[in-house]
T-cell receptor
Framework: EDQVTQSPEALRLQEGESSSLNCSYT??????LFWYRQDPGKGPEFLFT???AGEEKEKERLKATLTKKESFLHITAPKPEDSATYLC???????????FGKGTTLSVSS | KAGVTQTPRYLIKTRGQQVTLSCSPI?????VSWYQQTPGQGLQFLFE???????NKGNFPGRFSGRQFSNSRSEMNVSTLELGDSALYLC??????????FGQGTRLTVV
């Protein structure tokens, strides 16, 4: 069964304190791994797509990496505006649906 | 380029009623998917439409249904509402069937 597990569930950081969020997955043929950011009461905002092990994508203070079993979202020198829930999802070769993890809620204080 | 538009943003309904939610995808996107988001279960797939045909369906009861029109706009209907149907309903559109872009959602509260 395709599955996505994110850790930690919640993460509190001081402004400037870098850290990483983990997304472990099992999927029958990876068609894509996706990271989204979601603010309270809003829809998920697309961040990155990763297709194969070894791939990396960067956007401002965020960098996503992918191995055959997990993905990391590295946050460098975070700011309070980076506070949000970060969701990881995979799509298998059948492409039936996005399978989401429960998310990591990040709080960055100044 | 306009994003995915969902209407209405908020709804309050009574148990037993039915509700229709609307989604306008990004221009040029022919795939529209619907997801239910609750604090306990997270995001769960409801169904996907492509060129007016339901292509995939998640594990939800038949009270949940949808359709897609020739302009790719989609509607989702929930009949005989239950308290447990209270959730954020999200629509996502896709051009290539891989990357999906979400709307802001419709917050449904059933009382």
């Amino acid at each position: 069964e395709d599955q996505v597990t994110q850790s930690p569930e919640a993460l509190r950081l001081q402004e400037g304190e870098s850290s990483s969020l983990n997304c472990s997955y099992t999927v029958s043929g990876l068609r894509g791994l996706f990271w989204y950011r979601q603010d309270p009461g809003k829809g998920p905002e697309f961040l990155f797509t990763l297709y194969s092990a070894g791939e990396e994508k960067e956007k401002e203070r965020l960098k996503a990496t992918l191995t055959k079993k997990e993905s990391f979202l590295h946050i460098t020198a975070p700011k309070p505006e980076d506070s949000a829930t970060y969701l990881c999802a995979v799509r298998n070769q059948a492409g039936t649906a996005l399978i989401f993890g429960k998310g990591t809620t990040l709080s960055v204080s100044s | 380029k306009a994003g995915v538009t969902q209407t209405p943003r908020y709804l309050i309904k009574t148990r037993g009623q039915q509700v229709t939610l609307s989604c306008s995808p990004i221009s040029g996107h022919r795939s529209v998917s619907w997801y239910q988001q609750t604090p306990g279960q997270g995001l769960q797939f409801l169904f996907e439409y492509f060129s007016e045909t339901q292509r995939n369906k998640g594990n939800f009861p038949g009270r949940f249904s949808g359709r897609q029109f020739s302009n790719s706009r989609s509607e989702m209907n929930v009949s005989t509402l239950e308290l447990g149907d209270s959730a954020l309903y999200l629509c996502a559109s896709s051009f290539d069937g891989v990357e999906a872009f979400f709307g802001q959602g419709t917050r449904l509260t059933v009382v």
